[in-house]
């Protein structure tokens, strides 16, 4: 069976897009070369970290697939294929309910393209020639559906500072808007896009705990970050000379890419003023060799780059993480299924007094990155 993110990736191969960027005097480079990347040992892992289980009962059953949202509080996922709602347990994992509803009726949705918490619940967004979004109570109660002109937003994320949003669109002249937060009004857009190409449907915008939000996109190796009303580039990857530039890249030099060359896609980032996590996948389409997932996570002052163990089947053995707090611990879950087989994680977590029920939800993981400076 082919992972999840394996699918996205098939998925996301259909279309491309790119922009021109406002860019920043002093943007970041980070080569990525896998030759160089210091691989952390799952021992080390399991020795520094702590570990919480999501309650497992017939209504908190998780699908195959649930990415978490990023949040600081309780912990939020997303079953965008088969219930269609947003599963919330508490901090110790405890089940607390579902939010939204799947259907045609009033305050009712049938896709979810992305979701979001915010200080007075939790949003969705959906729609396709329109975008909506659906807000909801701290406890789960709908409370109001807001819709705007912006054709087939994919992505939202909250505007520092004003609080309005950001949408990552589909179709239209501009990839990113900020829209007012109570109205729906444009407000402003961001980044101009390359009309050779077009926009997969993916989440596009992490987090930092500097008051700012990063925004990447698929076949970009750059990504930026929203402080306000301003956009600038903040990171630049060094992938070799495989990868062509995007801001003039037509459609024959994508078909090029794609039968000739090697390509990375980013699927998460995450910052502090530490670290940048970052959830990469390799393409190879020279060598044919199929698709490799990257957990990565980058020290701004050492410049080094770590990598956190993966299995090669059925797919990355950590999900996307969802959290990078500023006394820097990583938040991110792996699948009971996929460890079941690993005399290492039972052995780890057997120290911690945990056992593993293969048929369970998730284990949270939350990994003290302070560890890699040792």
Not at 229 to 250: C, E, Q
Not at 281 to 293: R, Y
């Amino acid at each position: 069976m082919k992972s999840p993110l394996n699918i996205l990736i098939i998925l996301i191969l259909v279309s491309s897009f790119s922009c021109t960027p406002m860019i920043d005097n002093e943007p970041r480079t980070i080569r990525i070369a896998e030759s160089e990347f210091i691989n952390v040992p799952i021992e080390q892992i399991l020795a520094e970290s702590d570990f919480t289980i999501l309650e497992f009962t017939p209504e908190s059953a998780l699908p195959e697939y649930a990415p978490f949202l990023n949040n600081t509080t309780d912990f939020f996922l997303v079953d965008q294929f088969q219930k269609k709602v947003i599963f919330q347990f508490d901090r110790n994992g405890k089940f607390v309910r579902t939010i939204g509803k799947f259907g045609q009726g009033p305050g009712e949705y049938t896709q979810i393209k992305d979701a979001l918490i915010s200080k007075n619940g939790l949003e969705i967004l959906t729609g396709s020639k329109t975008t909506d979004i659906f807000q909801y109570t701290s406890d789960g109660q709908f409370r109001q559906k807001l819709s705007a002109t912006i054709p087939f937003g994919y992505s939202f994320a909250h505007l520092p500072g004003s609080g309005n949003y950001c949408i990552y669109s589909g179709f239209s002249q501009h990839l990113v808007h900020s829209l007012d937060r109570v109205t729906l009004a444009p407000v402003d857009s961001f980044l101009q896009r390359n009309q050779n190409l077009m926009a997969p449907a993916v989440q596009a915008f992490g987090t930092t705990t500097m008051g700012s939000v990063l925004f990447y996109q698929p076949y970009d190796n750059r990504i930026f970050r929203i402080e306000k009303d301003t956009i600038h580039l903040s990171y630049i990857f060094d992938v070799g000379s495989t990868m062509p530039s995007y801001d003039a890249m037509v459609t024959a030099d994508q078909q090029k890419l794609f039968g000739e060359g090697v390509l990375w896609l980013v699927f998460k980032a995450l910052e502090n003023k530490d670290w940048l996590y970052l959830l990469l996948s390799k393409q190879d389409f020279i060598n044919m060799a199929g698709s490799d997932f990257y957990s990565l996570l980058f020290n701004k002052k050492s410049g080094k780059l770590f990598r956190l163990p993966e299995n090669p089947e059925p797919g990355p053995l950590f999900l996307p993480a969802f959290r990078l707090s500023d006394d820097n611990v990583l938040y991110t879950a792996v699948s009971p299924a996929y460890i079941q087989g690993s005399e290492a994680w039972k052995t780890g977590l057997s120290k911690k007094g945990i056992q593993i029920n293969p048929d369970g939800n998730y284990i949270i993981i939350k990994y003290l990155l302070n560890s890699l400076n040792k």
